[in-house]
């Protein structure tokens, strides 16, 4: 957390709709401004909850940024794509944004954010490398 007025900023490593939608809930009761989450789906794992997991993080967010997180050997413009038709199923009042890599996701979300507001950051938890391909790329959030 940043100052008293300024910025909270909280790293989840849950990654499920559920796991999504209490998050946020947490999260928006206890910050007076607006909520932004930055999440990727894992690739080579259940497709199946994508389109959820997109639909629950825009009905819990003011602004979603869907990036990436693990791709593994699936193609990451894919799972970005049926996380954000999900997104945008959800009909809400969220601004969605698709930026890619996580690096410049996190740069854009800290650069929309205000006193008050705060962060979700959801997926890397304690990870400090990326799953692209087979190797592990360095990574930090």
């Keep these: 957390m940043s100052g008293e007025s300024g910025p909270a900023v909280y790293v989840d490593f849950g990654h499920s709709p559920d796991a999504f939608e209490k998050t946020l809930a947490a999260v928006r009761r206890i910050t007076p401004g607006r909520v932004r989450m930055l ?22 967010s003011d602004i979603l940024i869907i990036t990436d997180h693990h791709p593994r050997h699936e193609n990451p413009d894919d799972i970005r794509a049926e996380l954000l038709t999900g997104a945008r199923a959800a009909v809400s009042a969220t601004e969605i944004l698709e930026i890619s890599p996580p690096e410049r996701a996190i740069v854009e979300a800290i650069s929309r954010v205000g006193d008050g507001d705060a962060i979700l ?13 087979g190797a592990r790329v360095p990574y930090s959030a």
Aim: charged residues 35%; aromatic residues 12%; neutral net charge.
């Design 121 to 133: 950051w959801a997926g890397p938890g304690h990870q400090d490398y990326r799953d692209i391909r």
């Design 39 to 60: 999440f990727g789906a894992d690739g080579d794992r259940d497709t199946t909850k994508r389109f959820d997991m997109g639909r629950t993080a825009a009905l819990g």
